[in-house]
């Protein structure tokens, strides 16, 4: 091994995808759905890459596959809400993450409500609700890395339980 800097870097070697699923599926997530208004419609997606990022200034992310419909609505769109789901709503965490559903209707048979600063629909019963405008967006392979300024929080159901996901499944903690 060298430590000559003109020299090449040794190729890494190949990790399987598969098996990057199940590693990375074992880190326990929360599970939220993003919302967005454009032009009158609704988007809504479900997600688990979701994080808090920034004291000074609040700042939270998501990464949204950059072909999912939301991805082009929430970055047109400039602002967009999070609810934080609770574990009586995996219906909605299933609902909201089911490709090519349709956009007339989606929300029916949920109730909501409108974020008071951005008009994007929080999930009623939520565990908590962040309402953002969009701070950076930064490549990340299929995915885009959507950093938001936080403009408003609220707690729903602050004494609720989480949804959590983990290994592929949606687990209750005990």
Known sequence: MSDDPHLP??????????LFRQVVGRFATGV???????DGADHAMTVNAFTSVSLEPLLVLVCLEK???LHDMVLGGGTWAVSVLGERQREASQWFATRG???D??????????????????LS??????ECRTH???????HSIVVGEVLSLDL??????PLVFHEGRYRAIA
């Open 136 to 142: 950076a967006v930064h490549d990340g392979g299929d």
């Open 32 to 38: 939220a759905v993003v919302s967005t208004v454009v």
């Open 156 to 161: 729903p159901d602050p004494d609720g339980r």
């Open 101 to 103: 559903r349709p956009l």
């Open 105 to 122: 209707g989606q929300l029916d048979g949920f109730a909501v409500e409108r974020g008071a600063v951005t008009g994007a629909v929080i």
């Open 67 to 69: 072909t999912s419909r």
């Open 9 to 18: 870097a040794p190729a890494a070697p190949a990790v399987d995808p598969v």
């Open 125 to 130: 019963g939520a565990l908590a609700a962040i």
